[in-house]
């Protein structure tokens, strides 16, 4: 029965679009502004985004969505606050609310008519979002990630797609990080972990486009 097994170990083995899709995660006109290194994110993320559009891979984009105010309970208006720096509830400010511009992904990645945009309220792309539902009715056992930020968003998504079966491939350099120092301890994390593959907008590009030698 092992035997029969195919273990995949390298990009080659997964980057394939009857395998893996692309995730990209919250590269939205409100958050790319907050990274410094925004603009070039987003260059790396597009290179990324239009190979696989080239390649046939299935490609998934997140949003992050806050809740109005009246449905905003404890734990909401508890993290709202952490990341708002207020003490005061009644201070919160809802950031990115279905319909303001700050929701929207940015217009250099324009989503197409064939390409899913999930909503999340989370961290995790997995939590209460039909992403696990989507990559497993398509046959699929890998995804790619890219996208802001690292670690914010990114690490949680790649821990709770391995969890579920997925192996995760993290495009390194097309990660953007609101803290790089913490950035760098999730990716050293994802490093230690081990069952997930670092590569870089070469090395996935090259792989879409059949042109990966190695790795």
């Keep these: 029965m092992i035997a029969a097994l195919r273990i995949g170990r390298t990009l080659r083995d997964f980057c394939r679009p009857d395998r893996m899709a692309l995730v990209v995660y919250d590269m939205q006109a409100g958050i790319v ?5 925004g ?14 559009r080239e390649g046939g891979f299935p ?7 806050s809740m109005p105010r009246d449905l905003m309970g404890a734990f909401q208006l508890r993290q709202a606050m952490a990341w708002q720096r207020t003490d005061d509830p009644d201070a919160v400010k809802p950031w990115f609310l279905r319909g303001t511009p ?7 990645l324009a989503p197409r008519e064939n390409e899913a945009i999930l909503d999340k309220i989370t961290f995790s792309a997995f939590e209460g979002t039909p992403l696990s539902i989507i990559l497993r009715d398509l046959g ?3 995804f790619a990630i890219c996208g802001i930020a690292t670690e914010i968003g990114i690490d949680p998504t790649v821990r709770h797609g391995a969890d579920l079966g997925f192996v995760p491939v993290v495009i390194r350099d097309a990660c953007g ?29 090259g792989a879409m486009s059949g042109r990966a030698t190695a790795g």
Excluded at 194 to 199: C, E, K, M
């Design 59 to 65: 490609v998934i984009f997140l949003r992050h969505m």
């Design 39 to 52: 603009p070039e994110i987003t260059a790396k993320v597009l290179k990324v985004v239009e190979a696989a």
């Design 33 to 37: 502004p907050q990274v410094k290194d």
């Design 140 to 142: 699929l056992t890998s």
């Design 102 to 108: 700050g929701f929207e992904i940015v217009p250099e």
């Design 177 to 205: 990080a609101g803290h790089q120092e913490a950035a760098e301890r999730s990716f050293d994390n994802i490093a230690y972990m081990g069952d997930a593959i670092v590569s870089d907008v070469e090395g996935i590009v």
